[in-house]
Antibody
Framework: EVQLVESGGGLMQPGESLRLSCAASGFNVRVNYMNWVRQAPGRGLEWVSLIYRDDIPDYADSVKGRFTISRDDSMNMVYLQMNSLRGDDSAVYYC?????????WGQGTAVTVSS | DIQMTQSPPSLSPSVGDRVTITCRASQGIGDSLAWYQQKAGKAPKLLIYGSSTLQSGVPSRFRGSGFGTHFTLTISSLQPEDAATYYCQKYDSVPLSFGPGTKVAIQ
């Protein structure tokens, strides 16, 4: 079964760091574009980051310089390292496979940034 | 960056109604447009990609069309289980922007 399972969310203080993990099963992350998409409470969907097949990353302007996406092909995992967290980073973070459109979504992991 | 807009923001049709949601891109994106359905508390689900290609397993009452800057999602005969928020998304190039969403509440 094709599946994505995120973990690592939690309650953080502004300025802290957090790493989200995404475990893939049923397919290889290295042959797909893998994304992180977030959704703040009561808000719409916001694309955060993408890692291409050749391991090149890309980021939304709102997280550029603070977040880093990476991939471990041997573990079939994708990660999102989030530094200098801010209140507006509070959201459910989804790990998403992009094939034709974003066709496989995880269940999401919640990040709350509050003092 | 290309901006995505949707209209209407919300609607309250009845079961059996034909529903049309419009998505516009501020610049041309070819047919690199996807539609997603999100039910409350759940992850989004891909309905349509390539502007008009139905994702496997999606009911045929969903239809997408458009090219360039103007796109539509049509539900031919609304069913109770179609109550959800619908998002369009461009994927021609980064940023992979989503529209603000259209909430469909069954009357």
């Amino acid at each position: 079964e094709v599946q994505l399972v995120e973990s690592g969310g939690g309650l953080m203080q502004p300025g802290e760091s957090l790493r989200l993990s995404c475990a893939a099963s049923g397919f290889n992350v290295r042959v797909n574009y893998m994304n992180w998409v977030r959704q703040a409470p009561g808000r719409g969907l916001e694309w955060v980051s993408l890692i291409y097949r050749d391991d090149i990353p890309d980021y939304a302007d709102s997280v550029k310089g603070r977040f880093t996406i990476s991939r471990d092909d041997s573990m079939n995992m994708v990660y999102l390292q989030m530094n200098s967290l801010r209140g507006d980073d509070s959201a459910v973070y989804y790990c998403v496979r992009q094939s034709h459109g974003m066709d496989v979504w995880g269940q999401g992991t919640a990040v709350t940034v509050s003092s | 960056d290309i901006q995505m807009t949707q209209s209407p923001p919300s609607l309250s049709p009845s079961v059996g109604d034909r529903v049309t949601i419009t998505c516009r891109a501020s610049q041309g994106i070819g047919d690199s447009l996807a539609w997603y359905q999100q039910k409350a508390g759940k992850a989004p689900k891909l309905l349509i990609y390539g502007s008009s290609t139905l994702q496997s397993g999606v009911p045929s009452r969903f239809r997408g069309s458009g090219f360039g800057t103007h796109f539509t999602l049509t539900i031919s005969s609304l069913q109770p289980e179609d109550a959800a928020t619908y998002y369009c998304q461009k994927y021609d190039s980064v940023p992979l922007s989503f529209g603000p969403g259209t909430k469909v509440a069954i009357q």
